[in-house]
């Protein structure tokens, strides 16, 4: 894992990765697609912005300089067809790419990324490899006493978290009393937890629910949570958040662990 090529979106994860690398000196380059907004400092290391047709191209550059390991990291914007202006590496999968965007679903298109890079000779890799110390285990991380009531929640958000992960719409819902407030489609959760806010009781306990989608690809689309989902928890009266243990990626972890303490805000892993 001495060279890695960074398939860079949007948000805090791509910077937190960044840091990590720098701190274990490994070599890294960052390929940043056109349209999708990204951290400054990332502009400030070595790095190109790239329209999606030219990936193949420019990734096969990055092999011959000894780059060998790729990791998705940060929010990338879905292209559509006329997004993408393939060059001649590029031109020989469009078809295929094609019908997985028609075929809609983030794992489709995710999984078909993955196994092409595989394809031509690039190691994908897991984050809980790079930055292992940034997702927690089972059970009850912030030691709030949970009532069964809460636990029984829980069970029963997991269950439909987990039926309906086969039509990859979402990763999260809101459930409160054994009443399913919201589930997450193209909102994200941070609209999911603001628009639940008019739908509860104030005097009851209400979860957040954000796991990963049954046979999900870890090697991206991880569940991910920042303070700024635990804010929101706090300004729109979610109680806990309930996450998939070993696999959902906190961001600035020590800092979450600081806020649910501070704001009674309970984390649990299942």
């Given at each position: 894992?001495?060279?890695?090529?960074?398939?860079?979106?949007?948000?805090?994860?791509?910077?937190?990765?960044?840091?990590?690398?720098?701190?274990?000196?490994?070599?890294?380059?960052?390929?940043?697609?056109?349209?999708?907004?990204?951290?400054?400092?990332?502009?400030?290391?070595?790095?190109?912005?790239?329209?999606?047709?030219?990936?193949?191209?420019?990734?096969?550059?990055?092999?011959?300089?000894?780059?060998?390991?790729?990791?998705?990291?940060?929010?990338?914007?879905?292209?559509?067809?006329t997004?993408?202006?393939?060059?001649?590496?590029?031109?020989?999968?469009?078809?295929?790419?094609?019908?997985?965007?028609?075929?809609?679903?983030?794992?489709?298109?995710?999984?078909f990324?993955?196994?092409?890079l595989?394809?031509?000779?690039?190691?994908?890799?897991?984050?809980?490899?790079?930055i292992?110390?940034?997702?927690?285990?089972?059970?009850?991380?912030?030691?709030?006493?949970?009532?069964?009531?809460?636990?029984?929640?829980?069970?029963?958000?997991?269950?439909i978290?987990?039926?309906?992960?086969?039509?990859?719409?979402?990763?999260?819902?809101?459930?409160?009393?054994?009443?399913?407030?919201?589930?997450?489609?193209?909102?994200?959760?941070?609209?999911?937890?603001?628009?639940?806010?008019?739908?509860?009781?104030?005097?009851?306990?209400?979860?957040?629910?954000?796991l990963?989608?049954?046979?999900?690809?870890?090697?991206?689309?991880?569940?991910?949570i920042?303070?700024?989902?635990?804010?929101?928890?706090?300004?729109?009266?979610?109680?806990?958040?309930?996450?998939?243990?070993?696999?959902?990626?906190?961001?600035?972890?020590?800092?979450?662990l600081?806020?649910?303490?501070?704001?009674?805000?309970?984390?649990?892993?299942?």
């Open positions: 894992m001495k060279k890695i090529v960074l398939l860079t979106g949007g948000g805090d994860l791509p910077t937190e990765v960044i840091r990590k690398l720098i701190m274990k000196k490994i070599t890294f380059f960052c390929l940043i697609f056109e349209k999708n907004p990204v951290s400054k400092m990332i502009l400030k290391k070595n790095h190109k912005l790239i329209n999606f047709g030219k990936i193949i191209s420019e990734l096969l550059k990055l092999k011959n300089l000894g780059f060998n390991h790729v990791a998705l990291v940060g929010n990338l914007k879905r292209p559509s067809i997004d993408v202006k393939p060059d001649f590496n590029s031109a020989k999968i469009i078809p295929k790419f094609a019908k997985i965007l028609l075929k809609g679903g983030d794992n489709n298109l995710l999984n990324c993955i196994d092409y595989n394809n031509i000779g690039f190691k994908v890799l897991d984050l809980r490899k790079i292992p110390e940034n997702f927690l285990s089972s059970g009850n991380i912030t030691k709030i006493n949970l009532s069964k009531r809460i636990v029984d929640d829980i069970k029963k958000g997991k269950t978290l987990d039926s309906i992960s086969k039509f990859d719409i979402g990763q999260s819902l809101v459930i409160q009393s054994g009443n399913i407030i919201g589930i997450e489609a193209a909102q994200g959760t941070d609209k999911l937890i603001k628009d639940s806010y008019n739908y509860l009781n104030k005097n009851e306990t209400s979860i957040l629910i954000k990963a989608k049954v046979k999900q690809n870890l090697k991206a689309d991880l569940p991910t920042g303070v700024k989902t635990l804010k929101n928890c706090k300004k729109f009266a979610i109680s806990g958040i309930a996450y998939s243990a070993n696999k959902t990626l906190f961001i600035n972890k020590q800092e979450i600081k806020y649910c303490k501070q704001n009674n805000i309970f984390l649990y892993g299942v």
